[in-house]
């Protein structure tokens, strides 16, 4: 198995894109670090990012599953500071979405698994120092 340092991951697209494309179980941990946060505007971005990448890998707005997605964050939700949302890449293409531990919905879809890691890892991430975080914890993991 051919092995990768994080300087040959940052430039390697190709690995990324085998990454986004697989069907391998990963998670994303967000933390709320605010005390103020509200579940509006933690659906509100979502509604921006993820609906941005949607349209960018199907060439669509996918409003029906972007609803999907978005509607799982309901307004009854308190995120405290240190609260905990996963969104969990299954076998299958199935994004899982927990907060606090607690399962808030699971849909079944490549294109929503792959829009969602894109916010992380892909060319323009939410969270630069996030991203590279991943890319040598991932260096790491592929053995050097």
């Known amino acids: 198995m051919e092995s990768f340092s994080a300087s040959e991951l940052k430039g390697n697209e190709a690995l990324k ?9 990963m998670t994303i941990r967000l933390q709320i ?5 509200s579940i509006r505007s933690v659906r509100s971005a979502f509604e921006e990012s993820v609906g941005s990448r949607l349209q960018k890998f199907s060439g669509s707005d996918n409003k029906e599953l972007l609803q999907r997605f978005t509607s799982q964050f309901k307004d009854e939700y308190k995120i405290p500071r240190g609260s905990i949302i996963d969104l969990s890449k299954e076998r299958g293409y199935v994004l899982r979405t927990t907060i606090d531990g607690k399962e808030v919905g699971s849909i079944e879809s490549k294109l929503l ?17 996030a ?14």
């Open 17 to 25: 894109e085998d990454l986004a494309e697989s069907d391998v179980s």
């Open 33 to 37: 670090v605010y005390g103020r946060l």
């Open 113 to 129: 698994c792959r829009s969602i890691l894109d916010l992380y890892i892909g060319d323009e991430p939410f969270d630069r120092k």
């Open 131 to 144: 991203k590279d975080d991943v890319e040598l914890n991932l260096s790491s993991l592929l053995g050097k």
